[in-house]
């Protein structure tokens, strides 16, 4: 599901007909459940309607590109290429040419790297923000709890995806670095331990199922680690942590529904 500028949310052909089949018969106790799931995914949605998230994403964006085109013109203003200010016909010549290159490449091989990051984190606190508001217009502790079971069930299909395919769910330098770098650690330290380093069959399922199964019990500092931070450069709130809050909300509503028909 998506939310567009035009306040339209957009759902995908097969989650569309799955709850529109769900909503004919909604006394089953599946049909109960796929729409409890997907009526906390439409309330994430018109959440970021409300907010106007789509515009103000643009906005951020637009401040990002405004600073970094402000960052080149440092570099040939204040300092860092102070030879550029009079002698522009030398930019095209020899070292000249050579040291601007240099520095423009450096900044902005410097600033995609930190403008992903902040993108990723401006994204992930418009998430938590819409997440807040399907929370606060859940009728049913059921809703809440089967999104939380469904975004679990996502996380760990993406873990098994990293760890055994070895590519990074983030595409920011930084996320790259740090998913490879802690992948490789996990991979060497689950060999010493289980074939005392003599190396193993990786080119088995058996192999790669154990590996997965073993990383996700976190028994080991490296691998609670990476449990925590796999998710850090991706554009969303890590799926254990919206689902621990869904999942507290939910406790929450059934104590304020049980107080009511108590009163």
């Not at 459940?33 to 994403?57: C, P, T």
């Not at 020899?94 to 994204?123: D, I, P, Q």
């Not at 010493?192 to 193993?200: D, Q, R, V």
Request: proline share 2%; glycine share 4%; aromatic share 12%.
């Amino acid at each position: 599901a998506l939310a567009l500028y035009s306040h339209t949310i957009l759902f995908s052909n097969s989650l569309a007909i799955e709850f529109d089949q769900a909503l004919a018969n909604p006394d089953d106790v599946k049909n109960a459940a796929i729409i409890g799931r997907y009526s906390a995914i439409l309330d994430h949605e018109i959440g970021h309607m409300k907010h106007n998230d789509v515009m103000n994403r643009f906005a951020f964006m637009g401040m990002i590109a405004g600073a970094f085109a402000a960052t080149q013109q440092a570099i040939i203003h204040m300092g860092y290429a102070p030879w550029l200010t009079n002698k522009l016909e030398e930019a095209a010549l020899g070292v000249n040419r050579l040291k601007y290159n240099m520095a423009f490449f450096v900044s902005w091989l410097s600033f995609t790297a930190l403008s992903h990051e902040a993108s990723n984190w401006y994204t992930r606190s418009i998430e938590r923000s819409a997440d807040e508001f399907a929370i606060q217009h859940a009728q049913t502790p059921s809703s809440l709890r089967e999104m939380a079971q469904w975004l679990s069930a996502q996380e760990k299909l993406n873990l098994q995806w990293v760890l055994i395919t070895g590519q990074p769910l983030s595409t920011g330098l930084i996320g790259i670095m740090r998913q490879a770098y802690l992948r490789n650690k996990l991979l060497k330290e689950y060999i010493n331990e289980k074939y005392a380093g003599n190396g193993a069959a990786q080119n088995t399922q058996e192999f790669w199922d154990a590996f997965v199964t073993w990383v996700m019990e976190c028994r080991s500092d490296d691998a609670n680690f990476f449990m925590k931070t796999l998710f850090a450069s991706a554009d969303h709130p890590s799926a254990d942590e919206r689902a621990q809050k869904l999942n507290q909300a939910a406790d929450e509503l059934d104590k304020k529904l049980l107080s009511e028909h108590h009163v």
